[in-house]
């Protein structure tokens, strides 16, 4: 019996189920995501926060998917975007007077052009420079189209 065999290639927007979108698809990809509110947690009122912050990270990437990024590199994207938020979160219970700053004040508030918050808990400096890569690039798709 003779087996054919197809040569390994790279997913692509086209392998994407066509009637999954927008929450569903990132789904595929961050199946924990609506969980990392709870990860962030150090006091009961920042789950709110979280889910609003989530909210915000969430059309990025989107955006990353849709534009047939691979699925390993969205999960990257999303790790350093959990640690932004966990930082995010940080920096409130630092700061009581930040709780009445929105998700998206808040976020803009720590990134920008050149990268985000400072990550306390990063190995070296090659994995905060990936960070700071993430942060600059959400910032740019944040600030991309007024609100």
């Known amino acids: 019996m003779v087996t054919k065999v197809t040569p390994n290639r790279k997913s692509s927007v086209l392998d994407k189920p066509n009637n999954l979108c927008g929450d569903d698809l990132l789904l595929q ?12 947690e150090i006091d009961d009122i920042d789950i709110e926060i979280g889910r ?23 999960r990257t994207y999303a790790l350093y975007l959990w640690v932004l938020g966990g930082e995010l979160i940080s ?20 990134i920008d052009a050149s990268g985000g918050p400072y990550w306390r808990h990063a190995n070296d400096e090659a994995e905060h420079a990936r960070y700071d890569s993430i942060c600059k690039q959400l910032f740019k798709s944040m600030t991309a189209y007024p609100t």
């Open 29 to 40: 990809y961050c199946k924990d995501i609506d969980d990392w509110p709870e990860a962030w």
């Open 52 to 74: 609003a912050i989530v909210g915000e990270l969430k059309p990025f990437l989107i955006e990353k998917i849709e534009k047939g990024r691979a699925k390993k590199t969205i």
């Open 91 to 110: 920096r409130l219970n630092e700061d009581e007077a930040e709780r009445r700053l929105s998700a998206r004040e808040l976020i803009l508030k720590y």
